[in-house]
Structures are given as C-alpha cells and as structure tokens.
C-alpha cells in the first residue's frame, strides 16, 4: 500500500507544535493522577471505586483506537452508512452480560479473565486463556501503532521505525507510573477530544455542503443504508458481520477484553457497573460510530455534489479528490476545515489520542494478566505489596515494547486494513469466548471438557489457515456461493468447533472427576492434568449461583432491602476501629438500613471527582443516639481514611452496597 | 425443561436459517434487516429466558426487573430505528452526480 500524501511545509510545522503541545500535555495529566496509585488494586482495579459515568466516558477514548477514524472512515466512504453496521450490535448476548458475566466478576473479585478459568475450570485452562487473551492482547496493540505508524509516515515522511518508539516512551511514561487511575482520566479528556473533533469535522462537512437536508440527498441511495449489503459484497455483508462481528467480535470485545472489563472492575458496584454498560451500549457506542465513520460518508457526499454542480463546492474549498480511500478521513477534514493548520494540528492530536488511549488501556490489561497470572502465582507467589507494584510498571513496559515489535510483522501483512485486523482476531477468539460461555450458562460444563473444547477449538481453526475448505463450506451454508476473503467466517466456525468438542466431551465424560483418580502412562497422565479439578465446586461462578456469590463477597447473608444514601457527613479517625472497618450512630445506620457486617461505600461529597476519594467499608460498631453531633459524625479508621484518598475537613456521603 | 427449550431452540434457528437462506423474492436490503434481526432476536430472547431461568434476574428486586425492562426497550428502540432508518433511505430523492 502507499500511504504518502503531500502536505505544504507550513501545515506540517503547525501540526508538528500542537501535536507536541498535546503529548506533553497528556502525559503530565497522566502523571498527576499516578499519586492515587498506591498498590496494585490501585494500579489495575483503581481501588473499584469509581462512580459509573467516570469509566463510562473514558470508555468512549478506549473503544475508538487509533485505526478507528481511518478504517471506519474509509469503510464509511466505501459503503456509507453501514458503516455503524458493527458499533449497533452488540445487543444480542447483552442480557448474559450484565445478569450474569457482570455479577460473576464483581462479585468473586476476579482480577483477570483467566483468574476466572482457574477457579471455574483448572490451571491448564487458566494458562490456554492466558496464551489466548495475551495473544488478543498485543495483537491490538501492535495493530493500533502500526495504523498510526502508517498514518505518520504518509503525512510527516517519517519512517514508523523512528516515530512509534517515540510515542511509545511518552505512553509509556504515564501508564507505567499512574497505572488504571491514570489510564482513566487521561481517557475521559482524550474521549472529549475525540467527540470533539469528531463532530467539529462532520460540522464543517455539512456547512460546506449546505446543510443536512443537502448531505442526504446527495448521498448515493446505497450509501444511506444502516446495514451492511446482504451477501453482494464478500468483504462486507450483513451476514458476515452477524456471524463474525456481532456474535464472535462483540462477544470477544465484551466477554474476554481485559481492557475493557478492568473499566468495569474499577466501578464501585453491579448497579453502577451495568449503567456503564448500558450507557455505553445506548449511547456511547452509536455515536463513536457516527464519530468515526461519519467524514467517510460527507466524503461521498461532496464528490457526489462535486460532479452534480461540476466542480468545487463553492468558493473557498477546493476539489477534493479521493485516490486512495485509506485517507478519506484526513483529505476529507483538510478540505472541509478549509485547510487550516491549526484545526488539522487539533484533528491530527485527535488521531493521537484514539491511539494513546487504546494503547494504554491494553498495556495496563497486558501487565494485569502479567502479575496475576503469571508472575504472583507462579514466580513471586508472596512479596511485599510495593515488589508487585515495581513489577507492574516493569511488565506495562514490557507490553509495550512487544506490541512495538510486532509492528514488524504487520509492515509485512498484505490486504485492506479491514482483512489485516480480522485475520488475527477472528483466529484467536474463538477458544476463550466459547468456553467463556458454555462456563457461566452449564454448571456441569467441567475442567475436562473445557481445557479438550480449548485445545481442539485452538488447533482446528489455526489448522484452517492450511485447509481452509470447511470454513467455505460453513460461509456458503450461511452466507450462499461466494468468491473472496474469509474474513468473518473462520471465528464462526472456530465457535463451532470448539462448542461442539465441548458437547461431546461433556457427554461421553459427564464424571470427569473419576478422570483426576486415573493411573497410567503418558496419555492418561495427560488426562489426568486435563481433568484437574473438574469434580470441584464451582458455585458462585455460574449464572445460576450468583446468590451464593453475593454471599462470598459479604463474608455473610447479603442485606437486600434499600436504605437511603446519607450526605453532609463528618469524618473521624477512631483507634477502635481498623483497615476498612467503620463506625456509625443508629439513627444514620437506620436511614441507610444497615446493621453489623454489612458493606457501605463512603465518597468524598463532591460529586465530579468520580469516587475517586472513596472506599468500600464495613459496619463494625453502631452508637446509641446520645449526642446530637452524632447524626452527622462517622468513624474509621486511619487506614481507611488514608486508603480512601480523603480529605480532611471535606464532607462525605454513604451509600449502602449489601 | 432447559434442555428441552434449548434443543427446541437450535432446531428452530436452524430452520430459521435454511428459511432465509431460500428466500429469493425479498429484496436484499430489507433481507440485510431480516436477516439480522431475525436471527438476532431468537438468540436475545433465548439468553433472556435463560436468565430468568437460572434466577440471574432477581424477580424479588424491583431493580432487577427494572433493568431486564429497559434492555427490552433498547433493543425494540435499535431494531425500529434499523427498520425506520431503512425505509427512510429508500423513499427519499436522490440528487447526485455520481
């Protein structure tokens, strides 16, 4: 592919200093926030504090990465408004999702996807989905640098080979010191930033073409659809993305993203959590797709206007002329905003920020994995906590730097970005996602049958890289006679395949914990360590085992009936109480319904800080009602206070968890 | 009675499928709506029974029921808006050069 496109000197120079500008600005964000890390619940989980919009926002920044405007923006010129298609249907599974997957996390305090595989399946299952999302993992980091290694190349003329290191000490700089706490609010900006450009762009866009009554009438008919063709275009139909994206992507993206499920863990409880998600889905989501592909549809718009009127738009634009579409996002702002440097300085910083913001969520979920996977259970299984913290900023390097190396491999990859992006991803996630589920929906589902599903599901679609010829015969069954790329169908069929060894090892095996007793050699010894643990109790893991999950987290019977959050609270420390224990009068115990044991989140009162001053406490100590005062004093501890982030003299608020 | 729902389920999406695989006469851009949505809406209303059915879906808590409501409404809103924006696209004049 050629990526050089030619800019005057002077745009370059402008965008160069706001572009510099925006780095150092980011970082320094990022390094503000490092002081509210202090351990490695800090640094991954942000101490689950957060209140539900502050992760939901900066979940905007992590979903858009940096290829987002350049490939949906290309896609969106190529067949318009379908565009969307893949940012509208994550909506199908979502019920298993925030019943289920949701409480199944929160609740166990499951720090990593695998951590779930250990404690529902065995170890073996744990380290296959380590080998997995891991995989998943770099390849989206690598993917992410090389779009905006290319982007850079075509614009600036540097080689990727000097500007993606580059990027990478400035990213690396703040996630590596300010960890989950930092990643989130440096994403909240860059979120803004996003939309910001996003809509200023597609503003400008409709100005110069007159209106939006003008856009869509001169929009191809073709181009205003929602949903992609049914099976006209191999590269991109309705069917392939139900099958591909919707089922086996969105699954992916919600069910095994350990960047985006740590957004999740930081939130302060299930209810806020699922306002996240649904918020996201609602909200978020359609309009990153409006965000993104959006240029890529006015693009078409105007060269469909452009040859009605015969020449440019009107005076002060220039032709635009698109000759490779992998540029339509950035011709297409550079036209509209009427080729100000300035405003492309703006756009281009937007650029970076899709990719920073991606990246770093990935880094800190690469290096999550790295130390409670990898390196506590198996290295270093008991260290003092600041060991683990030091481990966690080396291993958030780490990642980076094996994502800037696969950058390598991707310079070497033929296609549109589109096949390049799927032709990874649709051969890694089929293992972890199915099992994902068949684990939370089949009690019975054992360790046996989920690390055989994993090993056969892993080796047959990596095998159809070789033998692609059932994957044709799947495409034809679902999609008709077809010519082209297999795109979206080798994750389908790896679904397949692994669900069905999973079934039929389920049946023929229903007892597996008779497997862990077996005796022999190599092939049954083999069993044996497949089978670990598939006789164990797995309640609390389940989707029909969540009341027994609630009642592990509280250490006691969860109390259900809702109180009232309590505001314009004092704070005390008290030498009674210890960690997060705290002290309250009856009368505020009563407004909150509250008794002995039970959990209550305490927040510093201001309510833009996010929760980021707060803490999960449990009742120790109830006082009689004999000082007036007292309605409005609560008691903790000093750890508490200090390990809440609070701050002295500020008033607080009390919610009740369970 | 899940596995009876659950084989019931498969047979019917298969049928479903080898329905819309035959169906010549619609136009392919309302089968780009059909095909997704119906396909789509067994599987949510089926992971939906499934909740209920494992008690994942709290029937006791007024929040729970809440939330299960609102999913619903969300995703009858994206199937009407698909349907609306579809319908909208193909009976609106065209002015362009292309």
């Known amino acids: ?658 | 009675m899940r596995w009876a729902t659950s084989s019931l389920f498969i047979i019917l999406f298969l049928i479903l499928l080898l329905l819309k695989r035959g169906v010549h006469f619609i136009d392919p851009v309302w089968m780009s709506v059909f095909y997704f949505y119906g396909l789509g809406l067994p599987i949510y209303i089926y992971v939906s029974y499934l909740m209920v059915h494992f008690e994942a879906v709290n029937w006791a808590s007024r929040v729970d029921r809440i939330w299960f409501y609102i999913i619903h409404i969300g995703i009858i809103c994206v199937c009407s808006i698909h349907v609306g924006w579809t319908w909208l696209a193909l009976n609106s004049p065209y002015q362009g050069g292309l």
């Open chain 1, 1 to 658: 592919m050629n990526f050089s496109l030619t800019f005057p000197v002077e745009t370059l120079v402008v965008v160069g200093v706001v572009l510099g500008i925006y780095f150092v600005g980011i970082t320094g964000l990022g390094l503000y926030f490092s002081r509210f890390s202090s351990n490695i619940t800090d640094f991954f989980f942000s101490g689950r504090r957060f209140a539900w919009w502050l992760p939901m926002m900066s979940m905007v920044a992590t979903g858009i990465g940096g290829y987002s405007y350049l490939k949906y923006s290309e896609q969106g010129f190529n067949t318009g408004m379908s565009s969307t298609h893949v940012y509208f249907n994550d909506w199908f599974l979502f019920p298993v999702f925030l019943f289920a997957w949701l409480p199944i996390l929160y609740f166990n305090r499951i720090k990593s996807i695998p951590e779930y595989f250990e404690k529902r399946f065995n170890s073996v299952a744990r380290y296959l989905c380590v080998f997995i999302i891991l995989a998943y993992i770099f390849y989206y980091i690598g993917y992410n640098l090389f779009t905006i290694g290319v982007a850079i190349e075509g614009i600036f003329g540097i080689p990727a080979l000097i500007s993606l290191p580059v990027i990478a000490v400035l990213l690396g700089v703040y996630v590596t010191l300010g960890g989950q706490t930092a990643v989130i609010f440096t994403d909240l900006f860059q979120g803004m930033i996003l939309y910001l450009v996003g809509f200023l762009v597609i503003g400008c866009g409709l100005y110069a073409l007159g209106g939006i009554g003008e856009f869509w009438s001169y929009l191809p008919i073709e181009n205003r659809l929602p949903l992609a063709p049914f099976n006209s275009n191999p590269r991109y139909n309705t069917t392939g993305i139900f099958w591909g994206d919707a089922l086996a992507g969105g699954i992916a993206f919600l069910y095994m993203n350990q960047g985006f499920l740590m957004r999740f863990m930081t939130i302060r409880n299930v209810t806020h959590a699922r306002m996240a998600a649904l918020a996201n889905l609602m909200i978020t989501l359609p309009l990153s797709a409006l965000v993104i592909g959006g240029l890529g549809w006015v693009a078409k718009s105007i060269l469909s206007k452009q040859a009605a009127v015969g020449g440019a738009l009107s005076e002060g634009y220039s032709l635009l002329t698109i000759d490779n579409s992998y540029h339509t996002f950035l011709l297409t702002a550079y036209h509209v905003i009427q080729e100000n440097p300035w405003i492309m300085g703006f756009v281009f910083s937007a650029l970076m920020a899709a990719l920073m913001s991606t990246v770093d969520s990935l880094i800190n979920a690469a290096a999550a994995i790295g130390i409670y996977d990898i390196y506590k259970p198996l290295i270093r299984p008991k260290a003092p906590a600041r060991h683990y913290l030091k481990m966690a900023r080396f291993l958030s390097l780490t990642s980076m730097v094996i994502g800037l190396l696969l950058v390598i491999w991707f310079y070497q990859q033929k296609g549109t970005l589109m096949s390049i992006h799927y032709k990874g991803i649709m051969l890694i996630i089929p293992p972890v996602v199915t099992t994902v589920f068949l684990g939370i929906l089949w009690r019975n589902f054992h360790a046996f049958s989920a690390c055989v599903s994993m090993l056969i599901g892993i080796a047959v679609t990596f095998l159809t890289m070789a033998y692609p010829q059932p994957v044709y015969a799947l495409r034809e069954f679902l999609l008709g006679p077809s010519e082209g790329d297999l795109i979206f169908f080798r994750a389908p069929f790896g679904i397949f395949v692994t669900a069905l060894a999973g079934v039929v090892t389920q049946s023929i095996f229903p007892k597996a914990d008779r497997l862990e007793n077996i005796s022999g050699k190599s092939v049954f010894r083999f069993i044996k360590v497949l089978a670990q643990g598939a006789g164990k109790n797995v309640e609390s893991l389940t989707a029909d085992t969540l009341k027994k999950a609630m009642f592990n987290f509280k250490g006691g019977e969860p109390s259900l009936k809702r109180g009232k959050s309590v505001r314009n609270l004092d704070v005390k420390l008290s030498s009674n109480l210890k960690d997060f224990e705290m002290g309250l009068s009856q009368k505020i115990c009563d407004q909150l319904c509250v008794g002995i044991g039970d959990l209550i989140y305490l927040a510093d009162q201001r309510w833009y800080l996010g929760g980021i001053r707060s803490g999960h406490f449990k009742l120790k100590e109830i006082y009689p009602d004999d000082k007036e005062s007292d309605e409005h004093i609560i008691y903790i501890a000093e750890e508490g206070h200090k390990g809440s982030y609070l701050v002295s003299g500020r008033k607080v608020f009390l919610d009740k968890n369970f």
